[in-house]
C-alpha cells in the first residue's frame, strides 16, 4: 500500500501522524449520534486526538469556511436550475443542504483542525510498508 500524503490522509479521516489510524469510530445511519463518535487517541500509533481541553473549538472555523462552500454552491446550482427562486425556497434549500451535510462537514472540519497542529512521523506511518 502506497503512503498517504498530508491531503489525502485529511480528507479521508485519518490519523495525521501516522496517516494510517482513523480518527473516527465506524458510525451507522441508523444511529445518528455514532456519527460524531471519535477515538480519544489513534489505534495505530496512539497519538493523542484531543491535545488539549476544548481543542475542537477551532474546528468550528473551519466548518464554517466548509458550510460557506456548500452554501454558495447551492446557491449557484440553484440559481442555474430556477432562476425566479423565493427566498424561502432559497432558506429551505440551504436547511437541507447543512442537515444532510453536517456528519461530512463536522468530521472533516476536525480532521484539518489536528492535521494543522499534528506532524506526520514516518517513523509511525511505515511500519506496515516493505
Ligand atoms: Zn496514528
Same mark, same amino acid.
Given at each position: 500500500m502506497s503512503q498517504r500524503n498530508w491531503l489525502s490522509s485529511m480528507l479521508t479521516l485519518r490519523?495525521? %501522524?501516522?496517516? %494510517? !489510524?482513523?480518527?473516527?469510530?465506524? !458510525?451507522?445511519i441508523s444511529r445518528p449520534?455514532?456519527?460524531?463518535s471519535m477515538h480519544? *487517541?489513534?489505534?495505530?500509533? %496512539?497519538?493523542?486526538?484531543?491535545?488539549?481541553?476544548?481543542?475542537?473549538?477551532? *474546528?468550528m472555523f473551519v466548518s464554517y469556511g466548509i458550510n460557506t462552500a456548500l452554501f454558495i454552491t447551492a446557491w449557484v446550482a440553484l440559481l442555474f436550475i430556477y432562476?425566479?427562486?423565493?427566498l424561502g425556497l432559497l432558506l429551505g434549500i440551504l436547511v437541507v443542504v447543512v442537515l444532510l451535510s453536517l456528519p461530512f462537514s463536522f468530521r472533516l472540519s476536525r480532521s484539518i483542525w489536528l492535521a494543522l497542529f499534528v506532524r506526520f512521523d514516518s517513523s509511525t506511518g511505515n511500519t506496515g510498508n516493505p
Open positions: 490519523c495525521p %501522524k501516522c496517516r %494510517k !489510524g482513523p480518527l473516527f469510530q465506524s !458510525g451507522q449520534g455514532s456519527l460524531f480519544s *487517541a489513534c489505534p495505530h500509533c %496512539k497519538q493523542s486526538f484531543e491535545p488539549e481541553p476544548g481543542f475542537y473549538f477551532g *474546528a432562476p425566479n427562486y423565493s
